[in-house]
């Protein structure tokens, strides 16, 4: 492990190379979340670049990329993310997810960094995003939780949820229940959550009946959730329609809501909730804020205890690039990683 060199330094080619071991030590979910915070309100404030998410799909194998870009205006880097889901994979002993990031120096576009982070950026922040979410919009006193879903993302979203939110009960539901049931049994053992109670749901409506905060992470092409299901002054929080044939919720759970926030406007109107509900006529578009106004001050969030919220993450690049940039920032104060010369 050689000197490290600053953003500034462009006189050699070598490139940092990260590896998920480094990468999990300096991404802690508490900065995460802070930082994933900072480029929400940055990018709804016109301080960032987004560029429209490349969709590409491998149908043989029922595989996903998502390929995703950012940069946060005066920051030090720019970042493009790689992510792919195979679901056939753990069959044969791999990982579902996979993926890394580029990070390039933003005064040169030369190539900074590769972190080979095997999909933990995305997870990580993805899961950081609904936190920021609940700190906003879900109700300062949360009795029960319902997440719908049996994935990693199921795990990262009530881990750091429990962050900004204390809560008594996690109820879960997932088309397999062995899986939902080896979910809870994990989640139980993790610490900071491990004093609530974890209950497996027969049915999805069973789950959300009473609950305060609703998450879905799934990657279902068909409604999961009825607007009826929902308690009045429920906070449903949508992670799993990433993509344009993607939808978790049926459109009259956002007819029902009396705000609808996005994490991108632009991106939620073409993948994801917003873009169902608005292409069904269930919600005119100009109902929707921006998750970033509201941390700016510039809209509201929750007001009221009785008020029904919807929120739809679709996952934008400036998460990524923040998470990244925070993981450069202390690589190289540390020393971390290694250098190769391109």
């Known amino acids: 492990m050689g000197d490290q060199a600053g953003p500034d330094e462009t006189t050699d080619r070598a490139v940092l190379v990260l590896r998920e071991t480094d990468i999990r030590e300096l991404l802690d979910p508490s900065a995460c ?3 994933v915070e900072r480029a929400f309100s940055a990018y709804s404030g016109g301080q960032a ?28 880097y720019y970042a493009v993310k790689m992510v792919s889901g195979f679901p056939g994979n753990p069959g044969l002993g791999r990982p579902a997810n996979d993926g890394m990031v580029v990070v390039f120096e933003a005064r040169t576009g030369a190539p900074a960094a590769f972190l080979l982070d095997n999909g933990f950026i995305t997870d990580l922040r993805t899961g950081a995003a609904g936190a920021v979410a609940a700190k906003y919009l ?20 009530v881990e750091m949820l429990a962050r900004v939110r ?37 049915t999805a409506r069973e789950a959300v009946a009473p609950a305060d905060l609703v998450i879905t992470v799934t990657a279902s092409r068909t ?24 939808q978790e919720l049926d459109v009259a759970v956002l007819g029902r809501a009396d705000k609808i926030v996005a994490d991108s406007i632009a991106q939620c109107l073409r993948i994801g909730e917003i873009h169902h509900a608005v292409a069904q006529g269930a919600i005119p ?13 510039r809209k509201l969030g929750r007001t009221s205890k009785e008020e029904f919220i919807v929120c739809d993450l679709t996952g934008v690049g400036v998460q990524d690039v923040a998470a990244a940039s925070l993981v450069m920032e202390r690589a190289l104060a540390s020393q971390r990683g290694e250098r190769i010369e391109i």
Do not use: Y
């Not at 670049?49 to 030090?76: F, N, S």
């Open 33 to 35: 979340i802070q930082a």
């Open 49 to 76: 670049e987004l560029p429209a998410v490349i969709h590409l799909d491998v149908p043989e194998q029922r595989g996903e990329i998502h390929i995703k870009a950012g940069h946060l205006h005066h920051g030090p």
């Open 138 to 157: 879900a109700p300062e006193k949360i009795s029960t939780i319902a997440i719908l879903g049996t994935g990693g993302q199921a795990r990262h979203q």
């Open 166 to 202: 204390r809560f008594q009960e996690v109820r879960i539901w997932g088309r397999d229940a062995g899986k939902a049931w080896a979910c809870a049994e994990e989640l139980s053992r993790r610490p900071g959550i491990s004093a609530c109670n974890f209950a497996v749901a027969d």
């Open 223 to 246: 409604p999961l959730l009825q607007a009826d299901w929902l308690r009045s002054n429920a906070t449903v929080i949508a992670v799993g329609s990433d993509g344009p044939d993607k």
């Open 285 to 297: 578009q100009d109902k929707v804020v921006e998750l970033g106004e509201i941390i700016a001050g």
